[in-house]
């Protein structure tokens, strides 16, 4: 009886999580395109390549925006280093610290 009552509780948060996913998104979770991929695998490596391809997107997306706000930043700093009076009065970039940053950002890239 306890597990009737459980799983009665987890039907009603699974239900009221998808409610609020779709009404987050307005999309249906079932509608979801990842969640199309997967209804159309066949098996377990299918489902596993599929995931890893996922993974392999997002880790890309994250290293380019990494990447981007470093070249911006570096953009910025960049100059005001190269201005002596800025430069001597706060000492904003050190060109010891910009030679680590660009060999850091060369790993990403």
Not at 4 to 22: D, M
Not at 44 to 53: D, K, P, R, V
Request: aromatic share 8%; proline share 3%; with cysteine.
């Amino acid at each position: 009886m306890a597990d009737q009552s459980g799983s009665a509780r987890f039907q009603t948060l699974f239900e009221s999580a998808l409610q609020a996913y779709e009404k987050k998104t307005g999309v249906t979770l079932a509608q979801h395109p990842l969640a199309q991929q997967l209804q159309g695998c066949q098996s377990t490596q299918e489902i596993i390549a599929l995931l890893q391809g996922q993974i392999q997107a997002f880790d890309e997306f994250r290293r380019d925006k990494v990447i981007k706000t470093i070249k911006a930043t570096l953009s910025i700093l960049t100059p005001l280093s190269a201005a002596a009076s800025l430069a001597d009065a706060f000492g904003l970039v050190r060109p010891e610290a910009l030679m680590v940053s660009f060999h850091f950002s060369d790993h990403f890239l």
